[in-house]
């Protein structure tokens, strides 16, 4: 069983900087795709950005140039730097990871998994 621990979020005003991490444990896994989610009050959750094995990422246009998100297959971690923050990023974020994990010495794709969420508001 593969458990997520996310931390991070706070309060930052506008024009500021936050990083948000996501530590996965459990198991031996490693990772497939890895990604932030967010969900601001009364809307839909969207994705914020992905990354994949390969490298390849993709962010929202919303935040493209602001945020960056990466990963460390050796830490099993996954982060989001977050800079140039304003108002309209408030939002509860996630972290969403896909794996393949080890059972019985056999390696089984398309697990994922979810962050409890983590609260950013950005002070206007």
């Known amino acids: 069983q593969v458990q997520l621990v996310e931390s991070g979020g706070g309060l930052v005003q506008t024009g500021g900087s936050l990083r948000l991490s996501c530590a996965a444990s459990?198991?031996?896994?490693?990772?497939?795709?890895v990604a932030w989610y967010r969900q601001p009050p009364g809307k839909q959750r969207e994705l914020v950005a992905g990354?994949?094995?390969?490298?390849?990422?993709n962010y929202a246009a919303s935040v493209e140039g602001r945020f960056t998100i990466s990963k460390d297959d050796a830490k099993n971690t996954v982060d989001l730097q977050m800079n140039s923050l304003k108002p309209e990023d408030t939002a509860v974020y996630y972290c969403?990871?896909?794996?393949?994990?080890?059972?019985?010495?056999?390696?089984?794709?398309?697990?994922?998994?979810w962050g409890q969420g983590t609260q950013v508001t950005v002070s206007s």
């Open positions: 969403h990871i896909r794996v393949d994990r080890l059972l019985y010495q056999d390696w089984r794709k398309g697990y994922e998994y």
């Open positions: 459990g198991g031996t896994f490693r990772f497939d795709r």
């Open positions: 990354l994949n094995s390969g490298g390849s990422m």
